[in-house]
C-alpha cells in the first residue's frame, strides 16, 4: 500500500489525498454508530456514535482477516457539518484510538438524513488486504455464512 502525496501539494491533516493498493479487496456497507447485536444506539452523542460506527468496521475487517491498516478508502456521511466541525479534536482522538494512525483517503458528506432514526454519522469502508497477508475469501463469506443462514442471504 502506497498513500499518494503529490509533491506541490499541502499535506493533508487526518486522511490521505489517495492510495494505491494491491491485493483482496474488501467492502465494507455503511456502519452507522449502534450495537449491532440489538441495532440500538447506545448514545445520540455524535462522537459516540462515530466511536462505535468505527468499532464496527473494525469487526466486519476482522471476518476478512483485515486489520484497519489496510482501509484504503472512508466515506463519512454525516446530518450535520457544523456538528462534525465542532467535533474534530474529540473525533480525532477516538479515530487514533480506535483505527490508529493510518491515514486513508477520506470523503465526508453532509445529508439530509439517514435510514436508521437517531443516526448522525454512517460510515462506509474499502479495505485491501496485500497479497500474502492475512487469511482473505475465508470459506463462510463465499459460502454459507452462519450469520445469515436462514434469513435467504446466503445465496
Same mark, same amino acid.
Given at each position: 500500500m502506497e498513500i499518494l502525496q503529490p509533491v506541490r501539494w499541502k499535506r493533508p491533516r487526518g486522511y490521505s489525498h489517495g492510495v494505491v493498493a494491491r491485493g483482496?479487496?474488501?467492502f465494507v456497507a455503511g456502519m452507522v454508530g449502534w450495537d449491532n447485536a440489538c &441495532? &440500538? =444506539?447506545?448514545? /445520540?452523542? =455524535?462522537?459516540?456514535q462515530a466511536r462505535r460506527a468505527l468499532e464496527n468496521i473494525v469487526a466486519v475487517l476482522e471476518e476478512a482477516g483485515a486489520r484497519p491498516e489496510h482501509l484504503v478508502r472512508l466515506t463519512w456521511y454525516v446530518t450535520d457539518r457544523d456538528e462534525y466541525l465542532s467535533s474534530l479534536e474529540r473525533l480525532g482522538q477516538v479515530y487514533r484510538e480506535v483505527i490508529g494512525r493510518h491515514y486513508p483517503a477520506m470523503s465526508v458528506v &453532509?445529508?439530509? %438524513? /439517514?435510514? &436508521?432514526? %437517531?443516526?448522525?454519522? #454512517?460510515? #462506509? $469502508?474499502? $479495505?485491501?488486504i496485500p497479497d500474502g497477508e492475512g487469511e482473505p475469501g475465508r470459506p463462510a463469506v463465499f459460502g454459507e455464512n452462519r450469520n445469515t443462514h436462514g434469513r435467504g442471504e446466503d445465496t
Open positions: 483482496t479487496w474488501v &441495532e &440500538e =444506539f447506545d448514545s /445520540l452523542d =455524535f462522537v459516540d &453532509e445529508v439530509k %438524513g /439517514l435510514v &436508521e432514526p %437517531g443516526a448522525k454519522v #454512517e460510515i #462506509e $469502508a474499502t $479495505a485491501v
